[in-house]
T-cell receptor
Framework: DAKTTQPTSMDCAEGRAANLPCNHSTISGNEYVYWYRQIHSQGPQYIIHGLKNNETNEMASLIITEDRKSSTLILPHATLRDTAVYYCIGPYLKAGGTSYGKLTFGQGTILTVHP | DAGITQSPRHKVTETGTPVTLRCHQT?????MYWYRQDPGHGLRLIHY???????DKGEVSDGYSVSRSKTEDFLLTLESATSSQTSVYFC???????????????FGEGSRLTVL
């Protein structure tokens, strides 16, 4: 199964962009990258996912390197409410597969946004 | 928001007693999941359901059973609770009609179980 590596923790100033890296060097060509976050003790919240191209939605942007071995989640204007644990998900769900949405969460990155 | 309600939200019980956690959803989502979250382990999948009466094991299913007799309810049962099952349990759902391989799940608020 593909593995992910994320920094244990990161800091960011409020209003600045938060860039959270993830290494997934064993990812296969048809496997997605998913990002979730977990605020305090709440349930995880889906943020974004991608396969090859960069993606953007109302919450964040996802930049995937050309070789697909790493990606960066970007929160363009971090707020205090973005303080959370951010998970880059593996193993990944194969495009066209039937993995039934089974996700495996690692330890994630603790992002702290400072005033 | 998938209208997911977990009950009870907090429970303290003794070793050897049976415990049932309930997950109720109001959005008619087909897929439902039970995860547990422990320090140092992240979230781990216990069981999941891909339809009424259709369930399967996840990565840490030993000591747990599930039932899904109707779309809106997914029950997780610990037949004889042990201290190692002290954890925070999260229920999740996925939209009906979503591809089987999509990973966009909606999570409940969690149920904290302490087994003494």
């Amino acid at each position: 199964d593909a593995k992910t590596t994320q920094p244990t923790s990161m800091d960011c100033a409020e209003g600045r962009a938060a860039n959270l890296p993830c290494n997934h060097s064993t990812i296969s060509g048809n496997e997605y990258v998913y990002w979730y976050r977990q605020i305090h003790s709440q349930g995880p919240q889906y943020i974004i996912h991608g396969l090859k191209n960069n993606e953007t939605n109302e919450m964040a942007s996802l930049i995937i390197t050309e070789d697909r071995k790493s990606s960066t989640l970007i929160l363009p204007h971090a707020t205090l409410r973005d303080t959370a644990v951010y998970y880059c998900i593996g193993p990944y769900l194969k495009a066209g597969g039937t993995s039934y949405g089974k996700l495996t969460f690692g330890q994630g990155t603790i992002l702290t946004v400072h005033p | 928001d998938a209208g997911i309600t977990q009950s009870p939200r907090h429970k303290v019980t003794e070793t050897g007693t049976p415990v049932t956690l309930r997950c109720h959803q109001t959005e008619n989502h087909r897929y439902m999941y039970w995860y547990r979250q422990d320090p140092g382990h992240g979230l781990r999948l216990i069981h999941y359901s891909y339809g009424v009466k259709d369930t399967d094991k996840g990565e840490v299913s030993d000591g747990y059973s599930v039932s899904r007799s109707k779309t809106e309810d997914f029950l997780l049962t610990l037949e004889s609770a042990t201290s190692s099952q002290t954890s925070v349990y999260f229920c999740a759902t996925k939209k009906t009609g979503a591809p089987a391989n999509t990973g966009e799940l909606f999570f409940g608020e969690g149920s904290r179980l302490t087994v003494l």
